[in-house]
């Protein structure tokens, strides 16, 4: 990966997002950072597609987990905006998902504190100039 990209549209943003989803393994854990509306839940369909999944990835605000099986990985996208610390985390099931190697795709992550893995990767998505341009910057926690 590149560690900065700038995307012109959302086939652009669905066509990093498959180079990113190559680079996973199961127990990775990808915190998902930047403004209502900049991507975040666009770049996880596209990874989820990628990887086979048979239900759209929606907007996981409401029900906090969204497990979504797919042929490759069992990802997870969770959405942590309303709990408060780790111990809140770790009623959702973190530990579990983890150990049944998962890729966890985390919204609102600083909530998990210290359960964020050494070494996970962190996706930035912010606007762009145009209506449909986004850059999305990785890094490691
Ligand atoms: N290049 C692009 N990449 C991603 N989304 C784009 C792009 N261009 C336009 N869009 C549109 O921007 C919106 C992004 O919404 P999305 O739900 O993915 O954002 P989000 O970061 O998950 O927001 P929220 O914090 O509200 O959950 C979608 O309506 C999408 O169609
Ligand atoms: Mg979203």
């Given at each position: 990966m590149k560690e900065r990209y700038e995307v012109k549209s959302v086939e652009e943003t669905w066509k990093v997002a498959r180079e990113f989803a190559d680079e996973l393994r199961p127990g990775d854990v990808v915190c998902l950072g930047g403004?209502?509306?900049?991507g975040k839940t666009t770049f996880t369909q596209g990874v989820a597609s990628h990887w086979g999944a048979k239900k759209p990835v929606t907007s996981p605000t409401f029900c906090l987990v969204v497990e979504h099986p797919t042929d490759k990985h069992l990802l997870v996208h969770m959405d942590l905006y309303r709990l408060h610390d780790e111990d809140d985390v770790l009623t959702i099931g973190w530990e579990d998902y983890l150990a049944r190697g998962a890729v966890l795709f985390v919204?609102?992550?600083?909530?998990?504190g210290d359960l964020i893995p050494p070494n996970a990767w962190k996706v930035s998505f912010s606007l762009g100039d145009d209506e449909e341009s986004r850059v999305i910057e990785f890094s490691r926690i």
């Open positions: 403004d209502l509306g900049a919204e609102w992550w600083d909530r998990a």
